[in-house]
């Protein structure tokens, strides 16, 4: 009788915790949501009214809009950067035993370990000393690197599951290598690939730390702008940016869910 | 060189202009980093570890270290809270509950930072959700003060860091062998007892991994440290940035980055060699 008592004291502890853990990971995002609708001008919850207002005064406001676009050209110049160069390593690396693609594997790795504020000085700093104007390239150099280790383990990840006789298989029927690759590898790699591509291109997309530090006046990003706002004033504006962002990003994770299983690939991370 | 040489070199080709663009904007800019850091004034007049010196000398730096260093300690160990029970109904339920629970882990692991953190501001501000709640309950009389405080911070940053902890939890519960807890459980032991001698030692390794993405991604919160910390509580990586741009003191910026990037890489690589040796030990027994 006492243990069955203890297992459902048990059991209850670990439902109330988990009902708690669930609520807290889901109501952000729907806070989020709710409060972009509202009709006040604060962030009251719940909001006195409901409206689209601040939907259009978004679309009004150049100052976020401008921003947005550009953070958009950056993240997708920064995920095809890091998606070629990196899959690339990637392929090179996945079944090399040289010690040097070991170490080459580390380093790629690293930008994941380094606080990200560190590395946004340190490239400041360089450019600084090497006389290197700020652009909107330099930007996208420094994305590119911390785009750079997600691609890596994915893809190689999928590299790893290819089985290497399909590749020795065609090339010994008299495929050439570029058809090889073309025919055989990339489509047997097409989810990893399209899964580090969906991460890489939200990591640049949200990044601060390295932003801070290399966006000039001309390219001004979203986030920071948003963090600017944020640490001025409480605009109910940033409402409607997140409550679009919240919804883009989940119709991108569906498309990457249908397209790649993208979740299973992160996941394995 | 021997043709198997050859052809293993060959193949690494593809790897060239990463490692050109890694040695470029990578490898160049940590060594700038650790030069600058060396330099005796913001005017670059002559070598010298002053810097240092003058950190480690300084008690308000030292506590901005220790504090943010505890504040990843705390916020991965409420994330550890959280997810055991969270992983524990994952690996038990049914394919519709474990697809909503990846989901729900998912969402805010993909939201955008600054997203989650102005909704935190949501809820914890003034006529935020917790204080309408608790006043229209008659709970509290005059609305109480969670936004720009530790606490705030904490809780916050737990919700955005839990699904790093959550992901190698649920991995490494998947991978626990059954038969042993149906074991203990025909031999008679509760669910508590089978939960703390033998499902958390043989995660423990997952947890460990959990716990240290999560102590390094929490240290190094930004955004939400400044936005829900408030200007009051002065943490690394807002101390990092107000000596590089707003008083231009770059050495010592330098000189923070390097300590803090060395403090928070330390513990990582020391807690994560101890668990390796402990689950050594785990298999050798």
């Known amino acids: 009788m006492q243990r069955s008592l203890v297992d459902r004291v048990y059991s209850a502890v670990v439902g109330t915790i988990t009902g708690f853990g669930m609520l807290l990971l889901l109501a952000p995002t729907l806070v989020v949501l709710v409060i972009s609708f509202t009709g006040g001008i604060t962030l009251k919850f719940p909001p006195p009214s409901w409206s689209l207002r601040w939907y259009v005064e978004l679309l009004q406001s150049q100052e976020i809009m401008d921003p947005a676009l550009t953070s958009l050209k950056i993240a997708a110049a920064a995920t095809i950067l890091s998606a070629v160069l990196g899959g690339a390593a990637a392929l090179g690396l996945a079944r090399s035993k040289l010690k040097i693609a070991r170490a080459l594997d580390a380093l790629f790795m690293s930008p994941m370990v380094l606080p990200a504020m560190a590395f946004g000085l340190s490239l400041l700093l360089v450019f600084n000393l090497l006389g290197i104007r700020l652009s909107a390239a330099t930007l996208v150099l420094g994305h590119t690197v911390i785009c750079v280790p997600f691609v890596i383990r994915m893809v190689g990840a999928s590299v790893q599951q290819l089985n290497p006789v399909l590749i020795t298989c065609s090339l010994s029927l008299g495929a050439s290598r570029w058809y090889t690759f073309r025919r055989i590898t990339l489509p047997l790699i097409r989810r990893g690939i399209a899964a580090s591509c969906f991460v890489a291109f939200l990591t640049s997309f949200d990044n601060v730390p390295v932003s801070l530090f290399l966006a000039d006046a001309r390219t001004e990003v979203l986030p920071i702008k948003l963090w600017a706002i944020l640490e001025g004033s409480l605009d109910v504006r940033v409402a409607a940016v997140s409550g679009v962002i919240v919804l883009l990003t989940l119709a991108g994770l569906v498309c990457a869910e249908i397209f790649g299983g993208v979740s299973r690939q992160i996941g394995n991370r | ?285």
């Open chain 2, 1 to 285: 060189m021997s043709p198997a040489d050859t052809t293993a070199s060959r193949q690494l080709l593809p790897v060239v202009p990463l490692a050109a663009l890694f040695f470029a904007a990578f490898v160049l800019p940590l060594a700038a980093l650790v030069l600058v850091s060396l330099f005796r004034d913001p005017q670059f007049s002559g070598l010298s570890l002053v810097q240092y010196v003058r950190f480690l000398s300084d008690p308000f730096s030292l506590k901005v270290l220790s504090d943010t260093l505890w504040l990843g300690a705390e916020v991965a160990l409420a994330t550890l809270f959280l997810a055991y029970p969270l992983a524990l109904v994952y690996v038990g339920s049914s394919q519709f509950m474990r697809t909503l629970i990846t989901f729900l882990i998912m969402l805010p692991l993909l939201t955008s930072t600054v997203v989650r953190t102005f909704a935190w501001i949501v809820i914890l501000g003034r006529d935020g959700i917790v204080n309408s709640a608790m006043l229209s309950l008659g709970f509290w009389q005059a609305p109480a003060r969670l936004l720009y405080t530790w606490e705030g911070m904490v809780l916050a940053l737990t919700q955005i860091q839990l699904p790093l902890m959550a992901l190698p939890v649920i991995n490494s519960l998947l991978r626990l062998d059954g038969n042993l807890t149906r074991a203990a459980e025909g031999l008679g032991a509760s669910r508590a007892r089978i939960f703390i001698t033998i499902v958390l030692p043989l995660t423990l390794p997952g947890a460990i991994a959990g716990w240290l993405l999560v102590f390094a991604a929490a240290a190094t919160a930004f955004i939400t440290q400044t936005l829900v910390g408030g200007g009051r509580i002065i943490l690394m990586p807002s101390y990092i940035y107000q000596q590089a741009v707003g008083v231009q003191d770059w050495p010592f910026a330098a000189a923070l980055s390097l300590i803090f990037t060395l403090a928070v890489t330390g513990i990582v690589f020391a807690i994560g060699a101890l668990s390796r040796r402990y689950v050594r030990g785990v298999d050798a027994a």
